[in-house]
């Protein structure tokens, strides 16, 4: 498959990834953005490889200033305070997510769930170390309130998807 193929798959997902990490949902004390959203559809819709050239790009756009992260955030502060877990963690979403088979409702839910699990993992561990909470106030900050939201995301990713690759069968990308 040409390069050129790859290259626009990740540039338009990381694009997703930048406008989708803008929009929030204010619910409840912590507002909701479509982050974890844009990385569980780019990397069920991409292959690995893709996928995380994408979230790599994204994060490293952020690094350099662009206000790519959710509320216009950016910088190196960003990647280094309490809660830059939950955006080093979407690397590794991104990888575990798009490592499934991409063949059934179930499968991508699946993928999902241990993909977000993964970001929820490496987000905790720094709201622990950097912003010095204990082990449950960190799960209890980080991940508990989430997991509805997530959940009904993570669904929504998985009726997405099917549709999705149906009607891009036949770009050259999706065929090898």
């Not at 994408?54 to 305070?81: K, M, N, Q």
């Not at 769930?113 to 709201?127: A, K, M, R, Y």
Request: net charge positive; with cysteine; glycine share 8%.
């Amino acid at each position: 498959m040409p390069a050129i193929y790859r290259l626009l798959m990740i540039s338009v997902s990381t694009a997703i990834l930048a406008v989708l990490s803008q929009l929030t949902i204010p619910i409840g004390t912590t507002p909701i953005t479509l982050q974890t959203f844009a990385v569980g559809l780019v990397a069920s819709l991409l292959k690995w490889r893709e996928a995380l050239l994408a979230v790599a790009l994204y994060i490293l756009l952020g690094a350099i200033g662009l206000p790519v992260f959710a509320g216009g955030g950016s910088g190196i502060a960003t990647l280094a305070s309490p809660n830059s877990g939950f955006i080093w963690g979407f690397l590794l979403h991104a990888l575990v997510t798009s490592l499934f088979p991409k063949t059934n409702i179930a499968t991508l839910f699946g993928a999902n769930v241990l993909g977000d699990l993964c970001l929820f993992v490496c987000g905790i561990i720094s709201l622990h170390y950097l912003g010095h909470l204990s082990w449950t106030a960190s799960i209890l900050a980080g991940f508990v309130p989430f997991i509805p939201v997530e959940l009904v995301k993570i669904l929504l990713i998985s009726l997405i998807i099917p549709k999705l690759r149906q009607s891009l069968k036949n770009m050259t990308y999706f065929q090898s």
